[in-house]
């Protein structure tokens, strides 16, 4: 299995291809327009991290209408869709530092952020982040209820009730 040799003499003389530099450029101060770049690109890296934030709530109307699919009963689909509900905030809450690493802000002059996965970085992208887990969590807590698998009436907790002695008795 060999194949055709390469001779580099063949390709060494070639011309360069059009718009190739052979010469190398110096390493300057960074110029206006890299700085806008950069400014742009930070405002960008906030856009997303403000639709990262927002996301939990914009998949709520189409698992609003999974949970309306589902019907009211308690089987097998609609204990799935319930049990996605609850247990993702919880997945979603539990790596929010490092799901919004990638968005941290860089400071201008250094290359990467102290501290990308700090609690403190992107705080209020975070809180609204929280919020709107906690809606989906919402969600699928009053998808239990009505299903009936929250105790929420009286006769939920008979169990745990005491009975008084009965009037019967109590005048003996």
């Avoid at 060494?12 to 059009?18: E, F, I, T, V, Y």
């Avoid at 998949?59 to 309306?68: E, G, I, T, V």
């Avoid at 609850?86 to 997945?91: A, E, H, N």
């Amino acid at each position: 299995m060999s194949g055709p040799s390469v001779d580099p003499a063949k390709w060494r003389h070639l011309p360069p291809p059009p718009g190739f530099s052979n010469t190398l450029t110096k390493a300057s101060a960074p110029s206006k327009a890299s700085s806008s770049v950069a400014a742009n690109y930070e405002k960008l890296k906030d856009k997303r991290a403000w639709d990262f934030a927002i996301s939990p709530v914009k998949s709520l109307p189409m698992q609003a209408f999974m949970l309306y699919m589902s019907g009211g009963g308690v089987q097998i689909f609609s204990m799935g869709t319930v049990f996605m509900l609850l247990v993702s905030p919880f997945k979603n809450l539990a790596g929010v530092n490092t799901a919004f690493a990638q968005f941290a802000p860089v400071p201008a002059g250094k290359k990467v952020a102290p501290s990308p996965t700090a609690l403190s970085t992107l705080a209020l992208q975070k809180f609204v982040y929280f919020l709107c887990n906690l809606l989906t969590l919402a969600l699928g807590l009053w998808k239990c209820r009505q299903m009936g698998l929250l105790p929420t009436g009286t006769g939920d907790w008979l169990a745990f009730e005491t009975r008084g002695q009965p009037p019967e008795f109590a005048l003996f």
